[in-house]
């Protein structure tokens, strides 16, 4: 069952690099195109930083950080003790996402962004961004909600 986890991670890293390649292919660095009028434009830019560019330029704490969190997730992916769906479907999310924009950091020295939200004054994101945030949900969903059903019933 593992492996149907790990292909999520797969879908989303191959679906974010992907996306990146397309974007530093085609696109200069701040240049913004309308996808969806009034709801989102691809904005191409190099964020060598944290989420809302913060830590700017300190890469190899990112390494640190990617690295720790990428073996957190496959612990508990692999850890038989800890076997729910939900939560392993938030933790693959997650893995994919931090994979994503460490292939970025290791390769490129900063992470590629292009999602802007036109509808909101909100930062400039990617695809790994957004697995990360929604796995992280999902995992918050089932600790609030779901685990203390799950210890009981072990």
């Not at 292909?7 to 996306?19: E, K, M, P, R, Y």
């Not at 990112?62 to 939560?87: D, R």
């Not at 460490?102 to 909101?120: C, E, G, N, P, S």
Request: charged fraction near 10%; hydrophobic fraction near 55%; include cysteine.
């Amino acid at each position: 069952m593992q492996f149907l986890y790990l292909f999520i991670s797969l879908f989303v890293v191959l679906a974010d690099q992907g996306l990146k390649s397309c974007i530093v292919s085609h696109y200069s660095v701040g240049e913004v195109h309308q996808i969806i009028p009034g709801i989102l434009s691809f904005n191409y830019l190099q964020n060598d930083g944290a989420a809302w560019n913060i830590l700017t330029g300190q890469m190899w704490l990112f390494y640190g950080i990617s690295v720790i969190a990428i073996g957190v997730c496959l612990y508990f992916l692999f850890n038989k003790k800890y076997k729910n769906a939900l939560f392993d479907v938030g933790l693959a999310l997650v893995l994919g996402g931090i994979i994503g924009n460490f292939i970025d950091r290791l390769h490129l020295k900063y992470v590629v962004d292009m999602l802007q939200l036109d509808f909101i004054n909100f930062n400039i994101f990617n695809i790994a961004d957004t697995a990360i945030t929604i796995g992280v949900l999902i995992i918050f969903i089932y600790l609030i909600f779901f685990a203390d059903k799950d210890d009981q019933n072990a």
